[in-house]
């Protein structure tokens, strides 16, 4: 025995893989002509597992080329197996064989740190797990190793490998890298499927792995969405031919009647970040997709995964991205105008994105139990805070306008016509309004009632502050001058839709404290005048 030991060196197969790099050659062409003469291992796989069609150029790359045997040299460990077994060793070599392929097994499965750099690094991994070689040593030595032995070692070789790919996995941040990853897992869970061993906890791993790509997209979505709103200009598109028309309603499901009446050049209501954002929509339903693709799901698991992504993307992604938008220091009122034209756009543009997401995966959105789309609550709430900001931006407006207001509250006479601060207040409110002639009327006249309550109060303020301790006739009069202003203004009818005096009514208040501070002025004053007199007579 110790000459034999010394004589013979056995050289055990390389660790696991070494027919895997052939496997996915993908410069193998598929070929149908090999049968099951490779070796029992290759011969169960033809006869037994059934090939989905999807996979058949991986599998048949596997016949087209060389077999284990022509790969690796068996012979030594034939030879020592046949000396063993004459020398009545047998379950001494045995043993030692078993022995050397564990010790090995725990060295090719600690991954290389930067394993999770490169597809490659996955690659090379992987040649090292697959159980090609211990497939052949089971069915042609009848006995050094048996079934419980290989599975034993599969189930050592499978947590570790599960473990190193959750962990490096975790450290990836390109969703391109993720999805080639995802296609070799598949790829080597279905070839060792067809060994015979058990891969599901591979599946299992993909499922998890499907909530990190979400996430990785999620982030590659959002700096897409900004940069299309950081690039876009807020202005409706112009068009000046038939042709750039058709190129834009190409990109995105708008359709006006009156608008294909009106000859060239003309504008489409929304900017261009309402196209570049539906077809950004699309392109993440297409990358998420791509992921499911080879899972084995069912086309309404994929459809319902799909839609729950998009969900995603629409209420937290597209969301903060319009709120970072909105909120931004440059945007004024114009921009957040057309902002809610394009949300009101977008909102309209849903029912279509519900249908391609059904046409590519050939599940009906009215299926029972399907997942909706959030996209109309999304780009409401998107519009609501757009209103908001407009709502607040022209308060603002009105309060620098108002800052400029410089009553002498002592004048002894007041002028003719209204204070100039208020001149140009009143002409910034009509310009301002007249740009909200494509917004939803609702959405129009609220800002302008809001605009006119907000400039009535500002002014019975500067009224009634504690600092004026007198005011004249003359300030009265001119304060009055300016309500009138303001009167005028709401009868004009800056934004149409109002019925009667309704917007009139904002500034009653204000006009009602200003009648009776002048009524009370000219009481005093005729007072004051009697008491004189009175006082005048008795002296």
């Known amino acids: 025995g110790m000459f034999l030991s010394r004589a013979v060196t056995i050289t055990p197969p390389p660790p696991w893989g070494t027919l895997f790099t052939m496997l996915t050659s993908a410069n193998c062409s598929p070929t149908p002509r090999h049968t099951g003469t490779r070796g029992p291992g290759v011969g ?26 022509e790969l690796v040299d068996f012979s030594p460990v034939y030879r020592c197996l046949h000396i063993y077994t004459v020398l009545g060793s047998r379950e001494q070599f045995e043993n030692y064989y078993r022995n050397q392929r564990r010790k090995q097994a725990r060295l090719v499965l ?17 040649n090292q797990i697959v159980f090609v070689v211990e497939d052949h040593i089971l069915h042609t030595t009848q006995g050094l190793v048996n079934r419980a032995y290989v599975e034993e070692l599969w189930e050592l070789a499978l947590s570790k490998t599960i473990a190193a790919l959750r962990t490096h996995s975790s450290y990836c941040t390109d969703p391109d890298l993720v999805l080639d990853l995802k296609n070799l897992i598949v790829l080597l869970a279905d070839t060792l499927q067809g060994f015979g061993f058990p891969v599901s906890q591979l599946f299992d791993m993909m499922f998890e792995m499907r909530e990190q790509y979400g996430e990785i997209l999620l982030k590659k979505w959002n700096l897409a969405f900004r940069q299309v709103l950081d690039q876009d200009n807020f202005s409706p598109i112009p068009v000046a031919t038939e042709e750039e028309y058709r190129q834009f309603t190409s990109q995105f499901p708008f359709q006006d009647p009156e608008l294909d009446k009106l000859p060239f050049p003309k504008k489409l209501p929304f900017s261009e970040f309402v196209p570049q954002i539906y077809s950004q929509l699309k392109e993440f339903v297409y990358a998420c997709l791509k992921y499911y693709e080879d899972l084995h799901l069912s086309s309404t698991e994929i459809d319902d ?67 909706k789309l959030y996209g109309t609550s999304t780009f409401k709430d998107a519009r609501h805070a757009a209103e908001e900001e407009i709502y607040t931006n022209l308060n603002a407006k009105i309060d620098q306008f108002l800052q400029l207001a410089d009553y002498d ?37 609220t800002a302008c009632m809001s605009a006119c309550k907000h400039l009535s109060t500002s002014l019975l303020q500067l009224l009634l502050e504690t600092d004026v301790r007198q005011v004249s006739m003359g300030a009265l009069q001119q304060f009055n001058t300016d309500v009138k202003e303001c009167e005028r203004f ?46 005048s007579l008795y002296i």
């Open 305 to 371: 995964v799909i839609r729950k992504s998009t969900n995603l993307l629409l209420t937290r992604t597209l969301s903060n991205c319009l709120q970072y938008a909105m909120k931004k220091k440059n945007v004024g009122l114009a921009e957040l105008v057309q902002v809610i034209i394009n949300t009101t756009q977008l909102e309209a543009s849903c029912v279509y994105l519900e249908e391609f997401i059904s046409n590519i995966t050939n599940v009906p959105p009215d299926t029972a139990n399907a997942t």
């Open 409 to 445: 509250w002592t004048a002894a006479q007041g002028g003719g016509a209204p204070s100039d601060y208020l001149s140009d207040l009143i002409a910034f409110l009509c310009s301002t309004f007249s740009v909200f002639t494509h917004l939803p009327g609702k959405v129009a006249q």
């Open 490 to 535: 709401a009868r004009a009818g800056p934004v149409p839709g109002f019925q009667g005096d309704t917007l009139l009514l904002a500034f009653s208040d204000l006009r009602q404290v200003s009648l009776c501070l002048s009524l009370l002025y000219h009481s005093l004053s005729f007072l004051l005048a009697s008491l004189l007199l009175h006082l």
């Open 110 to 126: 600690q991954p290389h740190s930067n394993m999770h750099e490169t597809l490659e690094g996955y690659r090379r991994y992987f």
């Open 44 to 69: 169960r796989l033809l006869s037994s597992v059934p090939v989905p069609p999807h996979l058949y150029k991986s599998f048949f790359s596997l016949f087209q080329v060389p077999g284990a045997q």
